[in-house]
């Protein structure tokens, strides 16, 4: 059974940074494709980041596009999100997910097939 679970959420001043981890369990991983989604109160769930694990393929939402960075460590089984310049429109719950069938970078949730239960980030202007 696939097993998601997120750390590294918390409080920041807008222009902090935080790194989100999600440590993922129960499969091997290394033809999945990774995201990252977050949703504010209020809002639709919105894509943020994704990453193949295998080949490193990345794709970014356009409003994180040079603060965020993901990556995963194939020892660890864990996949990163490193937020630079948080912005107070940053806050959200951050949701890790896995899609198992894919060969291609997907930035809608519809394509994930496993999620964590979410981490909270809230950025203090």
């Known amino acids: 059974q696939v097993q998601l679970v997120e750390s590294g959420g918390g409080l920041v001043q807008a222009g902090g940074s935080l790194r989100l981890s999600c440590a993922a369990s129960?499969?091997?991983?290394?033809?999945?494709?990774m995201g990252w989604f977050r949703q504010a109160p209020g809002k639709e769930r919105e894509f943020v980041a994704a990453?193949?694990?295998?080949?490193?393929?990345?794709r970014y939402a356009d409003s994180v596009k040079g603060r965020f960075t993901i990556s995963r460590d194939n020892a660890k089984n864990t996949v990163y999100l490193q937020m630079n310049s948080l912005k107070p429109e940053d806050t959200a719950v951050y949701y890790c997910?896995?899609?198992?069938?894919?060969?291609?970078?997907?930035?809608?949730?519809?394509?994930?097939?496993?999620w964590g239960q979410g981490t909270q980030v809230t950025v203090s202007s």
């Open positions: 997910a896995a899609d198992r069938t894919s060969l291609v970078v997907h930035i809608t949730a519809g394509f994930y097939d496993y």
């Open positions: 129960g499969r091997t991983f290394s033809n999945y494709g």
């Open positions: 990453i193949r694990w295998g080949s490193g393929s990345t």
